[in-house]
């Protein structure tokens, strides 16, 4: 009885275990989620469906008027009833009048109103990029700082065998305290670091919950295995703007939308046809009567289109200065493209250095110091000064990490690589 729930105890333990392991979530699978979950992106589906939904609407025609009353009736009643002299004076009149809609100003109306909601479509695209940047720069930051803290849970233990060995030294009279208590205040350091990462971890988390619009404190982890891509040649900066950015391409979706919208006013000129039929009834013995009537709407009349050509050149302007805004950006942003592909180039160089030289060597320095301190040949102070060094170069190249992954990042967010 009691080897069987101890069985079931060992089993619920592994069961427990397993499941409060935290998931781990790629940089691809936050995307997604992102995507998927954003309010804002959501918020311009919605815009362009309701764009689309009304874009509908030009193929209505204008409402049908209907009218009925008197027509041409005497103040005197007594004149509506037919007499001896004759018939009498007076009708009642049913009138209905219908304007016929203009084919060609339905067409334009319509692909004007549809092109409306492919500026929202890149408009949410340039907010994706903005998300998906926002999520790789929390997520790759979470990365080398959780690389920090294998670094100092490392030194902790060189710091903490140095302490417990100076201490036996000490008590031998083989060790000096200067050295000791350096490496003591060392060890309390690198504590309070730990502490320091573990927050700035969770705020990290926080971060990419609110942008998967997730609760804040889901627990997740993230994928430390990072590839240094080969970042766009400076040649091809101006190309990759032109054919990625969300902006740019919602600037050439308004050029192409004040076109189509000056194309409507043009067709609102056009004559437009219409029609006025009316029945009436006379009083007084009067036959029945009708009328017919075809109508014309003439707004291309010099005192009726004057809005309409003040609109039209109003947005050839406003398509003139969406030009020149369209090239300001791709001045501005392809300056700062090859700024930062220099930079980050410059970081990948030193980043490889630090990998195949720095590094190696003072890793190698500390192994002779510490082989050296055993067989005492060398004090704790050049111990430490070696443990120092390899310290300060390790998180050093961390931060030169996070500053190569910062500039990749913001790169990718102007030439919007997803």
């Given at each position: ?300 009349t010099s ?41 980050a180039d ?57 500053q190569f ?14």
């Open positions: 009885m009691k080897i069987s729930s101890c069985i079931s105890a060992l089993f619920f333990l592994l069961l427990s275990g397993i499941s409060s392991r935290a998931q781990q979530l790629s940089i691809n699978q936050v995307k997604e989620i992102i995507l998927k979950n954003h309010s804002s992106l959501r918020m311009y589906d919605s815009e362009a469906e309701a764009m689309d939904a009304a874009a509908k609407g030009a193929w209505s025609w204008m409402p049908t008027e209907v009218g009925t009353g008197f027509f041409m009736m005497p103040y005197n009643p007594k004149y509506t009833r037919q007499t001896d002299m004759g018939e009498g004076m007076g009708q009642y009149s049913i009138a209905l009048q219908q304007m016929l809609p203009n084919k060609k100003k339905q067409t334009a109306e319509y692909s004007y109103m549809s092109a409306m909601s492919t500026v929202v479509k890149e408009k949410k695209q340039a907010t994706l990029n903005e998300l998906i940047a926002d999520a790789k720069k929390n997520y790759y930051e979470w990365v080398v700082i959780k690389k920090k803290l294998e670094v100092i849970k490392e030194n902790e233990k060189l710091l903490e065998f140095m302490v417990k060995d100076a201490e036996i030294r000490y008590k031998n009279g083989l060790e000096k305290l200067g050295a000791y208590y350096k490496a003591k205040a060392a060890f309390g350091n690198i504590q309070s670091m730990r502490l320091m990462f573990e927050n700035d971890m969770r705020l990290r988390r926080i971060n990419l919950n609110t942008l998967m619009n997730r609760d804040k404190e889901t627990s997740f982890d993230v994928d430390t295995t990072l590839l240094i891509k080969d970042l766009i040649n400076a040649g091809e900066v101006s190309l990759a703007l032109v054919n990625s950015r969300s902006d740019l391409k919602a600037i050439d979706r308004d050029i192409q939308l004040t076109f189509l919208q000056q194309e409507l006013e043009r067709v609102r000129l056009k004559p437009e046809i219409g029609f006025r039929y009316e029945h009436m009834f006379g009083f007084g013995g009067q036959p029945l009567q009708y009328t017919a009537m075809a109508m014309v709407r003439i707004p291309f005192w009726a289109s004057r809005m309409n050509k003040a609109n039209i050149e109003s947005l050839r302007l406003r398509r003139e200065s969406l030009g020149f805004e369209r090239q300001m950006r791709i001045n501005e942003l392809s300056g700062m493209a090859s700024g930062m592909q220099t930079e410059t970081k990948r160089r030193q980043l490889k250095l630090y990998e195949e030289n720095i590094i190696p060597a003072l890793k190698n320095n500390y192994k002779v110091m510490q082989l050296g301190y055993g067989q005492n040949t060398e004090e704790l102070f050049e111990l430490y000064d070696a443990w120092e060094s390899l310290n300060m170069t390790q998180l050093e190249y961390l931060d030169q990490l996070q992954l910062t500039l990749r990042v913001e790169l990718e967010r102007i030439l919007e690589i997803k």
